[in-house]
């Protein structure tokens, strides 16, 4: 039988690629592999989205036999498409998922693969199709599961490549949705993810008379019978509207936790990243969330180092930090991706400094987070464990703290009660009783 090995960097939206992508090939005969050395076929699942992602790819290939096929897909920019051309046999577009069967089989193992180029999709093309979410994925991470609602994407943030790499913004049918976390809940999954570069701006018309938005789709998830949570990622501040607040607050399946990328804390840097919001716009939203669902946990996306911001301008993202009390945050060293808006801007913020800053915010962070999870000492909480080691388990709470405590493997999958006994910077010890 021959073996791939799948290797997937990026997003939540990537790894749930991953899953249909191992579908396919596992229907075909291929079987999954964890030694890239031993696989006939190497599959990666990459994002242009960071330097570190792209590098790492080109390390890779020393790695792989000589005669395996090679796949380059996810979220590819022109020019790392170029660059990588010469390493891979196929890059494919991750939309023609259901044309791969067809691509390989017509592409035997010979000689020599790799003078067999073929090119599918590329950066600028626009496919108004979600096809391939209608494959059955091969679900990776029980009892959590991701469900695409959309993909692509509209707004062309300076920094990003998404509007590039998966086109314009494409909502999948929300009846296929609902039948799909349906199947989900049937089967025992109990943390539900809908994804979406742009979550809530999700909208389906192919629904009948009926045009389901976001707020909607929630309420429909939330309506569905059985124990399990939904959760939701990535917002756009500028989208979100106080029917979806609303519709938080009514959906009780919808976790109190949200990740609501700011990007960077000053106007002026929020304009050149094309962010159409303002800071205070963002922080009033923040107001009216934590008014609307009293003790809602917070994180956010956050770039250091974007071209041209000065010390003072970064000293707002710092202020924004105290001021908001984040949960958690993704912090990123803004790295230059040729082919979006910023690659014509000057990178001109040496990398000690981007360091700098991702420190100072960082400790602000642990500062805020530990204070917010000190507030959950005492009181006893649902957790769902994910993961087991050495009589630890470790899962996460409704409000997407990590939580560890000591039990036995087979509670994984199920809600339990935890009462919390200790709170670290990015976590929480808990006893089960
Ligand atoms: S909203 Fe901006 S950052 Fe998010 S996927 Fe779209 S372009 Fe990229």
Redesign the pocket.
Known sequence: MKKYFLLTYGCQMNKSDSERISAVLEKIGYKRSSKIDEADLVVVNACSVRQSAIDRISGLRPKIKNKAKTILTGCILSADKKKFGKLFDYILDIKDLPKWPKILSNQPYKDSPRKNYQRIGGAGQRVASCEYFKIQPNYQAWPVAYVPISSG?N???A??C??YTRGPEVSRRASEIVKEVKELIKDGYKEIWLLG??VNSYQSYADGPCVVDFPLLLKMADALEGNFWVRFT?P?PKDFSDKLITALKECSKVTPYLNL?V?AGDNEVLKKMN?PYTIEHYKDLVSKIRRAIPGITLSTDIIVGFPGETKKQFLNSAKLFREIKFDMAYIAQFSLRPGTAAANLRDDVPKAEKKRRENVLTEILKKTASVSNKMFIGKTIKVLPLVYKNGTLIGKSQHYKTVKFQGKKDLIGQFVDIKIVKATNFGLLGLYE
């Open positions: 994407c707004n062309f943030c920094y990003c998404v509007p570069q742009n990535s756009h990328p990007q962010r």
